[in-house]
């Protein structure tokens, strides 16, 4: 019976690995290397999000998701987190399943899940500020990256040409949207220079530091740069270098309590950040310790502000 209810939801609720092609997105095709990496991460997404349609147990979904590359792995468990999200949306009985994942089998991945949350947030007709209420008050904000995410990676004409941000986030959430929106642009750009500063160029300037560090975590964790490209990135960024190290370290951080680490993460951390991976999440840890939030900016923001003070003071000592 529940694989049969399995089977029902993926054909009702199911997403086609088809929507991860550039080509179907209308992003730029980029060299073909590199679109084809971008290009498996959002399959490997969609993977992870059809999987928690059709498994109801959540340590075997757990086991299946293990079984991606490790490099991607954190995808997949994006993926599934949205799932989930959707499904406690949608389900008359028990609706506990992204929660149970997240403090059960899913918690190394507490990052990503998060993120994938925010996809279900930005496709369900919810109350921004109680669904935000429900997770944790400093990861939590991650939700709005997510969101973010997925309006510039569907909507990306909409996001990017118009600028515009959903009318039901307003205040500090739209900072934490733009970190997002700025990662999908690593995507709808293929990771393209000129196209990633003409995008966040285009934007006012209050807007455009939490663009840059969605780029910096976007790189970092998702990869595409090599060595050069990433010196380049650095110096393009200009004022916002902090930003783009501060995106950087968050995907350090990620991929270790993940424990799945990429070299292409090393490369990153050590251009961006001027440390490893390794001290770079070591900075977001440090930065965590006794924080408060103010009238105005919560404990996201503080870490935030924390973790640029820190490499911007590292940048003027340079």
């Not at 088809?18 to 969609?46: H, Y």
């Not at 930005?122 to 008050?137: C, E, I, T």
């Not at 490369?267 to 408060?292: Q, Y």
């Amino acid at each position: 019976m529940s694989r049969a209810l399995g089977r029902l939801r993926k054909l009702i609720l199911g997403i086609s690995e088809a929507q991860a092609s550039f080509a179907r997105r209308g992003f730029r095709s980029g060299e073909p290397d590199l679109r084809r990496r971008l290009e498996k991460v959002g399959r490997t997404f969609v993977h992870g999000y059809n999987m928690s349609l059709v498994e109801d147990n959540l340590q075997t979904l757990a086991g299946e998701l293990d079984l991606v590359e490790l490099e991607f792995r954190g995808f997949a468990f994006e993926g599934a987190a949205m799932g989930l999200a959707l499904l406690d949306y949608f389900s008359i009985g028990s609706r506990n399943r992204f929660r149970s994942f997240l403090d059960g089998p899913g918690q190394s991945h507490a990052y990503m899940l998060h993120v994938g949350a925010g996809w279900a947030l930005a496709r369900l007709p919810l109350n921004v500020s109680r669904f935000l209420s429900r997770l944790d008050p400093l990861l939590g904000w991650l939700a709005l990256d997510g969101y973010g995410f997925h309006e510039g990676y569907f909507k990306w004409k909409r996001s990017f040409e118009k600028r515009a941000v959903p009318g039901r986030i307003s205040g500090y959430a739209v900072r934490a949207f733009d970190q997002g929106l700025g990662r999908s642009l690593w995507f709808v750009g293929c990771a393209d220079l000129g196209s990633i500063v003409a995008g966040i160029g285009g934007f006012p300037s209050c807007r455009r530091g939490d663009l840059w560090s969605g780029i910096g975590l976007a790189c970092a964790y998702a990869g595409g740069a090599n060595r050069r490209a990433l010196y380049r990135l650095r110096d393009a960024a200009g004022p916002y270098t902090a930003q783009v190290a501060q995106g950087a370290a968050f995907a350090a951080k990620a991929r270790e309590r993940a424990a799945n680490p990429a070299m292409h993460t090393e490369l990153a951390c050590e251009i961006l950040c001027g440390l490893s991976a390794e001290e770079a999440a070591a900075v977001t840890d440090l930065a965590i310790e006794n924080l408060s939030a103010t009238a105005t900016e919560p404990v996201y923001e503080m870490w935030r502000q924390r973790i640029q003070t820190r490499f911007a003071k590292e940048a003027a000592i340079i």
